[in-house]
Structures are given as C-alpha cells and as structure tokens.
C-alpha cells in the first residue's frame, strides 16, 4: 500500500476529453488542477496553455484536469482563475510499494446472475491457509462467483498471460492510467513490479487445477495500472483509475496502497487540498456508480483515527520525507474517504504456548487500525507470529515469472508461459483483496435479485460484509515481544479499543466468505 506494501500502499472513459495529445519533455512536472465545480470549463485548454502548460486530460464529471508544464510560474498563473479552487504540481507526490519486514444475520433471497461453484483442490491449494482461514473452500460449494461480476484492482497492473489469471482478465475494462489519462487494455495495465499480480491473484484466480484458487475464481478480473515499475502511485493516476472504474461500472475495486501526496493528508495544507480533494471527488462518483471501493489499512502499526506525527512523506524522492505534527484533520486515502471499507491485517491462528492459549487471528503486527477506519479484517499474513499450517506465515498468490520474489514457488505452465510463478508476500496489501473477492461474491449471490437489473449498492454490499464476518473482541493479553512494535509514525505502543462486535484491531471482524453467501 504506500511506502510499504501497504502503508504507502497506498475507452472512451465517459469522462470529458479536450484534448490527449501532448509532447511532454522530459522536466515536465503533472498537475492535479480542481475547479470549484463539477466540470471543466471549455476554454480549459486554451486557460492551461496561456498559464504555460499543456492541457493532458478532463474529467468533466467531477471537475478535474490533469496538466503538465516546465514553468515554476504555472501553478500560479493558472490558480488566479477565480473558477480554479487549485493547482498541485504531483512531482514527488506518490506511494511507494514494500513489503513489511520483521453466526451471520439472515441474508437475502438469491439473485439473477449466473453462478458457479468451485473447488479447492489446485496444486498449491494445500498452502493456502489464509482462504481456509474465512472459510473460502466452503463458500465456494455454493458459489466461487459469477462471470457477470468484475472487480477492478487498482494497483501495478496484472500479468495478463499468467496461467492462473488469464481466462479470468477482463481486456476491456482493464487500462493503464499512469498518465493520467487512460490506455485501454490488458497488454497496456501489464505488470512490470509484481504487487498488483499478487493482489489479483487473491481475489481470482482461477479454478483451473493448478496453482493456487482465489476467493471468487469464477468472476472476471480487470487491471487498473495506477502504480509503476518503482511501485509509485501518483494522484493523477489515482484519480485517473476510480473514474475509469466509476465508467465502466465495475463491480468491486481493491486498493492495495495509499493515495499521496502525503500519507496523511491534511484539509487545510495548500499544498495538498486540490490532489485530496481530487482523489476523493473520484472515489465518490465510483460509488456513486455502484462500485463498491476496499482500502487497504497500512502497514505502519499505526492508529490512524488519531494520528499525532507524520514522519515518512512524501517517500519520493528518497530522502524528502519532514516531520510534522498532525491531527485528526488529517486522513488516509483513500482510507478514510466516506463509503470505502477499510480492512486490517490478521496472521494464522496463534498459539502463545507461554499463556497456554490460541489467540485467532491476532492482528498482524504490522498492521495499522482505526476505530473509526477499519470496518472488517482479513488475512494478511505475519511473518512472527504464526503456525506451522502457514508454512512461513505469509499469503501465497500469484506473480509475474519475471520479476524478483525471494520467496517463491513455481508451476509447470505450457508453450507460451513456461513457467508460473507464485509468490508468498505480507502485508495488509495481500489483507484487502479477500474482502475484495468476498464482495464480488456477494454481488455475484445477491446482486440484481430483485428483477429490476439493478446491482446492489457499495452500502449494501459494505453492510452484508461487517454483519456476516466472525466477531473478534481486543485481545486479553498478547504475545511476548508483540507490543515492541510500535507506531512508525506515531512511535506510541499499539492499543486495540472496542468490543467484539465493533473495534479498532478488527472492525466488525474477519470476513466470513461461507457466512457471506448465505451457507
């Protein structure tokens, strides 16, 4: 998710195009410029060509440009419009990738789309502790998804011709947004870092006998490439991604990352108002079409609904990040933008063999919370606290054969793909896909039930998540050493506040996929 796997991680759009073609030179910086109101004036382009700049894409719907110029005057210029509420230059404003080191309600009545069960039984399946963890294999005697239902994961892109994910890529809803302006295509959202391979991996890959089984393998998956080859996520191409998922429609989106400028942003830095504000006008109009948004929680043991000190931003370029005393005016995107559910991080089930009991599921301890950021929690594995059934306590999925893992395991392929590769990775990154694919179940079970055609709304779909997980109250005491891992950015010692049915550790609970789809 941002600056560590998840802690910074972090066509024809129906949006307004006034113009894509641009020959940007190579010291052009990208700027997030937000009007006051929900479009982009017609005489934008000529408005960000006068300022010096030139005018890269418009998203009419939520009034918000992408430029790009070589003049320190430009932002300036261009913000004395008095229709202009901002301008933010993004250069060094982006998330950096890395993994982290050290009884349900009654549901309702079934509805119309296809659906199919699936089996387990794949060739790594037997290492796939986190799906038997939320009860994945049960659920999938009922349903492992519909081929009507796509789920968008924003994130590196995917590999496209990887064995266990190609039948399940959706070519015409996946893109490319780097520039904020998207290519559509599957080839063009390939994944050349890896972390957005492994997350698609986790919600679908697919039943096809070998390799691994994600929570819904039977609904189709689409690659949104917001982040690049340094796993940087840049707002132009966040905000880029939520309107192109928001345009097609998509089922469900999983975010694996934070959304900068700053890990925390703040309402009322200059600075960073018209790139949050930007990011959280996209994410709004994507619910507002029926997408329903999961957000990763981060991987800094962090309390984030009452943050103190930020001390990791901006990560790029290395060596930029100041320390500075924040508030609770100061969110996490897309976190804490209204609507998305927020997921946390829980290992295997541990034994603390010097208490003399299991504690299920304990929080990951890298894994950041929130009373009021965290609805449900979900495997991401713990690499210090786990059980021999997790082999080394990390989440197996899927991952491009040519990129660098240091723990990997690998599958016969054929002709064109030799070789599958899978790797185990942790991090709330690998935490927020499951609750991604247990939402695609539960639209591909209940969406359109009442004949109308119409999907269930992100709200709807938020609420079937908390109401059918497994409860988990504060633990009592915890493992030796665990408290040593304290906030990176706020250094205080990590307190879970709550009761088993709602808390900061865990939300509602961990997301129960049988529960889920009525079993």
């Known amino acids: 998710m941002r600056g560590r796997s998840t802690s910074r991680w972090l066509l024809a759009c129906a949006a307004f195009v006034l113009s894509l073609s641009f020959a940007a030179t190579a010291s052009a910086d990208s700027y997030i410029v937000l009007y006051k109101g929900n479009a982009v004036p017609s005489s934008a382009k000529a408005d960000v060509q006068k300022a010096g700049g030139t005018f890269v894409y418009g998203y ?74 939320i009860h994945t294999p049960a659920a999938h005697a009922v349903t492992g998804g519909s081929r009507s239902v796509v789920v968008g994961d924003i994130d590196t892109g995917l590999d496209f011709n990887h064995p266990d994910l190609r039948q399940n890529v959706s070519d015409a809803d996946s893109a490319n947004c780097l520039s904020g302006a998207p290519v559509q295509g599957a080839a063009a959202a390939n994944d050349d870092e890896g972390h957005g391979t492994h997350t698609a991996g986790t919600i679908a890959a697919a039943d096809n006998g070998t390799g691994i089984v994600g929570v819904a393998p039977n609904v189709r998956i689409a690659g949104i490439k917001a982040g690049n080859s340094q796993g940087l996520f840049f707002p132009e191409a966040v905000v880029c991604s939520f309107m192109w998922a928001g345009d097609r429609r998509l089922d469900v989106t999983n975010n694996s990352y934070f959304a900068d400028p700053y890990e925390y942003n703040c309402r009322n830095d200059p600075t960073q108002r018209a790139i949050w504000k930007a990011e959280q006008r996209a994410i709004d109009y994507a619910q507002s079409q029926g997408v329903t948004v999961v957000s990763s929680a ?38 804490e933008v209204s609507g998305v559910v927020g997921v946390s991080a829980t290992g295997s089930t541990f034994q ?44 197996l999925s899927t991952y491009p054969a040519s990129r660098p893992c240091t723990r990997r395991r690998t599958e016969p392929g054929d002709a064109t793909y030799p070789t599958a590769t899978y790797c185990y990775l942790q991090g709330t990154s690998m935490a927020a896909p499951h609750v991604a694919g247990v939402a695609a179940l539960i639209v591909s079970r209940y969406g359109r039930a009442d004949g109308s055609g119409a999907r269930m709304s992100p709200g709807r779909v938020a609420a079937m998540l908390g109401n059918t997980a497994d409860p988990q109250a504060c633990p009592g005491t915890l493992p030796a050493g ?25 939300g509602k609970g961990q997301v129960d996929a049988l529960n889920a789809v009525g079993g």
């Open 60 to 133: 009419d719907k939520i009034g918000v440009a992408i430029a790009r110029s070589d003049s320190a005057a430009f932002a300036g210029k261009l913000g004395k419009d008095n229709r202009v509420e901002g301008v933010s230059s993004t250069a060094g404003f982006a998330s950096k990738l890395q993994e982290p080191q050290a009884a349900a309600a009654a549901g309702p009545q079934p509805g119309e789309l296809p659906n199919e069960p699936a089996t387990d039984n794949d060739s790594l399946s037997v290492w796939q502790w986190d799906m038997r963890q």
């Open 298 to 335: 981060g991987n800094d043991s962090d309390d984030v609904s009452h943050p103190t000190t930020d001390v990791t931003s901006p990560d790029d370029p290395p060596g930029t990040a100041v320390e500075r005393e924040i508030h609770n005016d100061c969110v996490v995107v897309p976190l």
């Open 352 to 395: 603390d063999t010097s208490a003399g009991e299991y504690r299920d599921n304990l929080k990951s301890f890298y894994s950041s919370f929130g009373v009021s950021a965290v609805d449900v929690t979900a495997p991401g594995g713990d690499s210090v606290y786990f059980t021999p059934e997790s082999f080394n306590g990390r989440v």
């Open 482 to 506: 665990y408290l040593t891992f304290t906030g990176v950015n706020s250094g205080a010692v990590q307190q879970c506040q709550g009761g088993p049915g709602s808390n900061s550790w865990y």
